[in-house]
DNA sequence: AACTCGGGGTA
DNA sequence: TACCCAGAGTT
């Protein structure tokens, strides 16, 4: 890397950050009284689930169960109920497991170190970086979909990043993590928010960019995405998973097991519906009694 | 590396 | 319609 190209990082960097001081959202998560337990369920929710319908479950959920130990003994089926229609129920699952994980080993803290965060239930890479660096102002290298984006463009001269997360992205975002804890913990919200506000994947606001004049894309020529014959979007309608999901929505709002003929008449297919109460008994989202009726976890 | 896993808002 | 969204876990 030339000395021209370190000093354009390092000034990406804190214009970036500049920027974020008077355009940060007012997220109840970044909120002084937020706790650690408040950011990971946070991140949690939002690993493929949007802001926007993240921001009331969420306050409903910490007022609900404010700490891991009140979730941890709260009923599977309310816990279901209450993650409500922000989908892949398998997470609120995985939070409810990580709660439990926190009380057994952790006291009922959540844990303030990498390998213990990713040692967690729904935990991953991103995650317990998140963690680190929201919950407890700690150095972590952040990457979310929006920090992928940014760098790919502002960095890498792409108009989008590659479909999957590669490791040059990984080692060009450590890179880039400032040294201090509260310098990176602060570029790591700024980068995720310039990605989420401002470098959007469709129709960027480069017009609203701090950094407009030293993207590596804009400087290219805003050349078009190199992948976009490799990406597909998973198709929904018909599929095992909207199937899923029909039965999930279904058992939410029963008060009562619900009986299969029922849910034949919601799904057209018999056999993909068998496959899908089958996976969701198997994934530990729904049982079965003894009259082959289904209902939610207790 | 490639799959699976929800659901809704937007263009 | 198609695309996108503060990813994780399994194969």
Redesign the pocket.
Known sequence: MTAREATRRTEVRSGVVQWFDGAA?D?P??APDRTPWGVLV??VM????????VEPAWRAWLEQWPTPADLARAPTADVLRAWG??????RAL?LQECARAIVELHDGVVPRTEPELRDL????????A?VLA?AYGKRSVVV???VR?VLARAVGGAA?PA??Y?AAERALATALAPDGDVEAARWA?AS??L??LVC????PKCGACPVAGLCAWRRAGSPPDAHAAR???????G????A???V??ELRHAAEPVDRALLVSLWHDPQQLDRAIA?LVEDGLAEQDEANRLHLPR
Do not use: C, H
Not at 85 to 90: D, I, S, T
Not at 239 to 242: K, M, P, S, V
């Open positions: 959202r997220l998560w970044r946070s991140e939002l690993q493929q689930t949007p802001v926007v319908r229609r922000l989908g892949y129920p398998r995985r239930p729904g935990i991953g890479e991103y995650t317990a998140a929201f979310d979909t929006n984006r989008l479909p999957s590669t919200a995720m928010e990605g989420a959007t994947a469709k129709a990406r597909r979007t998973q198709a929904w309608a599929t095992d998973r909207q899923r999901g029909r999930m929505a996976g």
